[in-house]
């Protein structure tokens, strides 16, 4: 629960697509 793990979930999604 933390705008950090939000943001590397994003980042993590953007980068396997």
């Known amino acids: ?3 950090a793990r939000v943001a ?3 980042s ?3 980068i396997r697509k």
């Open 1 to 3: 629960v933390g705008a």
């Open 8 to 10: 590397a979930e994003e």
């Open 12 to 14: 993590y999604h953007c």
